[in-house]
């Protein structure tokens, strides 16, 4: 099975969960900021260097921590994908949620890049430590409870924003996707951050945020069945299962592709159908008719991804060239980030990171039996 | 979900250039495309005729090549960009494609013949410009041309040409000013693979042009828009949705108040609700995009 590189999975770090809290991101620094979709610009101490103050929570929380390190998180701001798509844009409204740590008005420093989302980014506001309830740990320091973190609201602000300059129109759609599901009182970090025992037997969140570093969860967010359909067809039908919203979400590239082949009885391929993908789509939009040469705007202009448990299912359909009714029939569900010209502009090797999230193979349709 | 559709995307709004990023190899990696490499002189000689056959549509002009060749040198935005094309993209276009748009049809031999060129070194967003202007011609031989022209490369199935193939549905609809019937948001069809969907809609779009063929886009428009207002509040929840749909781009103010007015009703499936949902934001964005015009 394909195993996605841990150093291309970029656009992880904007589906898994808990980013930051759902504070204005512009209150704190004036009102010359841009809009942005992120946490930042927070309200940091003059001079605090945030990998210092991330590296304090560090020292003293190791395990949770040593899930951090190394999460999709932690490396929101170095992973080398994300860096060839900021290449092209490198804008605030990026570093917003890249960046956390620093002022997103200008590039990150060195710390803030190290740091990428922190332990910081969800548990300090201001000079107050904070976390999902009130402790009391005398001698070292206070917990001040604030149940948003374990609310959608910590994971909103970085999983569901507009595109800057279309109001309304989001890029990421994650939050309204898991509001319309079946699931919408289920909150994100039960399956983004689930329950886990410490050594000394203590139940606390995960805080590897795994998604795409998890190829399991990938294949159970979503139920595939497939069948013959007529002489030329695969019929492909998709239900979201163990997910709470559309699939896949989050960045607004990925997709699944559908693909199929038709064996011979000795396994060769005689056949492929044309892929399928399953994605949201864009397109630019004119603005004022009237206007001789009007401004666009970016929307979304149709979405065939897998939708939200409770919103139904799928159905796609692969052709083929000609009869399969006497061959095999092989097919896949992939999960990739991007399309494939994408994949090699960024250095991605798509067969390995994409993750085969269902297969099968279909026999020959039996010959009639005829009557003596 | 905000909407779980598979619309035939071109025909969703009229005007609406579009750029494919999910189904399809990604357009050119960068937007620094060079101009058509064939000089005006030299290009008489090697002129190609496929997709687009523009024998009918009169003679290529030199200096409307220029004007293209400028738009390929000004209109670039990468099309990786998850944002699209910035202001300061748009304005240093626009001024290119203003000096194409009053051209009219006489641009339409010399764009087409650029457009037969395109390949994955191309500018999506020069190329995306180029058919803006094709989409301004009330001309009834360019739409047979660009339609044709769709019929063809949907059948070679050449994946450079794709990037024009997606584009064109909106070209048509803004040469027509009218689509034809579009698929609902919450409509159930199955996905295919894109060059069927594209073909789909080349039939379509040839089965429409056919019932215009006389008609000019003003009168086109008029009989869709007395159609569109007697249904905008049909209980038919898909005749209302693409009545409204039609009127977002010719009358948003009426749109806007159709929308609102649906999705007061009692019961509505939340798929169409945010179906009306999303007419409304569009309703919504070009009231306020021509307020800044005007402004």
């Known amino acids: 099975m394909p195993r996605p590189s841990a150093a291309l999975l970029f656009f992880a770090a904007l589906m898994a969960a808990i980013v930051g809290l759902s504070v204005s991101p512009a209150a704190t620094l004036g009102s010359d900021l841009p809009e942005l979709p992120g946490p930042a610009p927070r309200a940091r101490s003059e001079g605090q260097d945030p990998a ?15 899930e951090w390190r190394g999460s999709l998180h932690q490396e929101a701001w170095t992973d080398p994908v994300f860096q060839k798509a900021y290449a092209i844009e490198p804008v605030a409204f990026c570093r917003g949620c890249h960046a956390p740590e620093a002022d997103a008005r200008e590039a990150p420093g060195a710390g803030a890049q190290q740091v990428g989302v922190g332990c910081t980014t969800c548990h300090q506001q201001g000079d107050t430590i904070v976390g999902t309830k009130d402790v009391s740990l005398p001698g070292v320091h206070a917990v001040r409870g604030d149940a948003r973190l374990a609310t959608k609201q910590a994971c909103a602000s970085c999983h569901q924003f507009d595109f800057p300059r279309s109001k309304g129109e989001p890029m990421q759609d994650t939050l309204a996707e898991h509001a319309s599901s079946s699931l919408s009182d289920v909150a994100c970090q039960t399956c983004h951050m689930p329950e886990v025992v410490d050594e000394d037997g203590r139940r606390r969140r995960s805080h590897d945020f795994s998604v795409i570093s998890n190829p399991e969860l990938i294949k159970s967010a979503v139920s595939v069945t497939a069948a013959r359909g007529q002489d030329t067809e695969l019929l492909v039908e998709l239900e979201g299962a163990r997910v709470g919203h559309a699939f896949p979400t989050g960045d607004m590239f990925r997709r ?19 892929p399928v993908h399953l994605a949201r789509r864009f397109g630019d939009v004119s603005g004022a008719a009237e206007h001789p040469v009007p401004t666009t705007r970016r929307v979304e202009v149709a979405d065939t991804r897998v939708p939200p448990p409770g919103r139904g299912t799928r159905k796609a359909v692969l052709r083929f060239a000609g009869s399969t009714s006497r061959l095999s029939v092989r097919w896949v569900v992939a999960y990739q980030r991007m399309d494939h010209a994408m994949a090699a502009s960024f250095s991605v090797d798509q067969a390995r990171d994409e993750i085969v999230v269902a297969r099968g193979l279909i026999p020959p349709t039996p010959k009639p039996k005829v009557s003596p | 979900m905000k909407r ?17 990023f999910a189904d399809k190899p990604a357009p050119p990696l960068k937007g620094k495309a060079p101009p058509p490499e064939v000089a005006p002189e030299k290009s008489k000689t090697v002129e190609t005729k496929s997709p687009f056959d523009y024998s009918e549509l009169g003679k290529r002009d030199a200096a409307i090549e220029k004007e293209i060749a400028k738009v390929h040198e000004r209109c670039l935005s990468d099309p990786m960009s998850r944002e699209g094309p910035t202001p300061e993209e748009t304005a240093k276009c626009n001024v290119a494609v203003s000096k194409l748009l009053v051209r009219g049809s006489k641009a339409a031999p010399s764009i087409l013949a650029a457009l037969n060129r395109v390949d994955d070194a191309s ?7 180029l058919l803006f202007v094709v989409g301004k011609m009330d001309d009834k031989k360019v739409r047979k041309a660009v339609v044709d022209g769709l019929e063809t490369v949907t059948k070679e199935e050449k994946e450079d040409l794709y990037m024009i193939a997606y584009q064109l549905p909106g070209t048509l609809e803004s040469m027509l000013g009218a689509a034809p019937p579009v698929s609902v948001p919450w409509d159930d069809t199955s996905v295919t693979d894109h060059w069927e969907e594209q073909r789909n809609q080349a039939e379509a779009w040839g ?8 008609k000019t886009r003003a009168q086109i428009v008029g009989e869709h828009l007395g159609k569109a207002r007697k249904d905008k509040a049909s209980s038919d929840a898909a005749a209302a949705w693409r009545a409204i749909n039609f009127l977002v781009q010719r009358s948003p103010t009426e749109a806007l108040a159709a ?6 009703r009692d019961g509505l499936e939340s798929d169409v609700s945010s179906g009306f949902e999303m007419l409304k934001n569009q309703a919504e964005w070009l009231i306020e995009e021509r307020k800044g015009h005007r402004g």
């Not at chain 1, 210092?52 to 040593?66: L, V």
């Not at chain 2, 429409?208 to 063929?213: G, K």
């Not at chain 2, 929308?259 to 007061?264: F, Q």
């Open chain 2, 4 to 20: 779980s559709v598979s619309v035939l995307v071109g025909c969703v709004v009229a005007a609406w250039s579009v750029v494919a």
């Open chain 1, 256 to 274: 699944l592709e559908l693909r199929a082949e038709a064996l011979d009885a000795e396994g060769n391929v005689v056949m492929t159908a044309k």
């Open chain 2, 259 to 264: 929308a609102n007015a649906y999705l007061k």
């Open chain 2, 123 to 129: 500018s999506y967003y020069a190329v995306n410009r």
């Open chain 2, 207 to 214: 089965a429409f042009i056919e019932a215009n063929a006389k």
């Open chain 1, 52 to 66: 210092a103050a991330n590296a304090a929570c560090e020292a003293c929380h190791e395990d949770i921590a040593a």
